[in-house]
């Protein structure tokens, strides 16, 4: 079972450059998510899709924008990127219609930016 | 802006010790989960509590939300090195039902 898959997994740029993370997930949810990951701040919403065709902000948006292709696909871009993007970045989808139910996460893309 | 404090950030104990890990808010939360994550790898869910004071056992882990709904304890019994990891709690408020709120974490390591 696949669940979330993140490419790359790995990636190092120079300061202003850009690039676009990629998110699919086969578990037909509705909802999906952009995080990043920094040491001691535990897990920070960047964007957010709650379904096909709609995106809103999460906590941390500043420099970031996101696509949501289709109902698999949310891709997470960075138009030109800066030291303080260096991070790991997780994808995560969820069915949020039904309550309490989880959010299944990939493995994460790390991200250094020079 | 962090509601959800996680404590202690960092614990390291020898194998068959009890342990407690704390998650703590100001706020009112609707449900509270709690993931694991291993590195390498994103988080991966534990158990979901629902209802104030409700407690939730998996194994050697024994999960309470606060009668309040404002905090959430996780406790596990006699550790083992397989429960190294990042704990994280995360939760759900009523003006939020469709995203999540993440804890700090708290990352443990467990010694042979």
């Known amino acids: 079972n696949a669940g979330v898959t993140q490419t790359p997994k790995f990636q190092v740029l120079k300061t202003g450059q850009s690039m676009t993370l990629q998110c699919a997930q086969d578990?037909?949810?509705?909802?999906m998510y952009w995080y990043r990951q920094d040491p001691g701040m535990g897990l920070r919403l960047i964007y957010y899709?709650?379904?096909?065709?709609?995106?809103d902000k999460g906590e941390v948006p500043n420099g970031y924008n996101v696509s949501r292709l289709n109902k698999r696909e949310f891709s997470l871009r960075l138009e030109s990127a800066a030291p303080s993007q260096t991070s790991v970045y997780f994808c995560a989808s969820s069915d949020f219609q039904i309550p309490n139910q989880p959010q299944h996460f990939g493995d994460g893309t790390r991200l250094s930016i020079l | 802006t962090q509601l959800l404090e996680q404590s202690p950030q960092f614990l390291s104990i020898q194998e068959g010790e009890n342990l407690t890990v704390y998650c703590n808010s100001s706020?009112?939360?609707?449900?509270l989960q709690w993931y694991r994550q291993e590195p390498g790898e994103g988080p991966v869910l534990l158990v979901t509590v629902v209802t104030g004071g409700e407690v939730k056992k998996l194994k050697r882990l024994t999960f309470q939300f606060g009668d309040a709904r404002k905090d959430s304890s996780l406790h596990i019994t006699a550790a083992q090195p397989g429960d190294t990891g990042l704990y994280l709690c995360a939760g759900t408020t009523s003006y939020n039902t469709d995203k999540l709120i993440f804890g700090t974490g708290t990352r443990l390591q467990v010694f042979p």
């Open positions: 578990m037909n949810h509705n909802s």
């Open positions: 706020s009112v939360f609707s449900s």
């Open positions: 899709s709650a379904s096909e065709g709609t995106t």
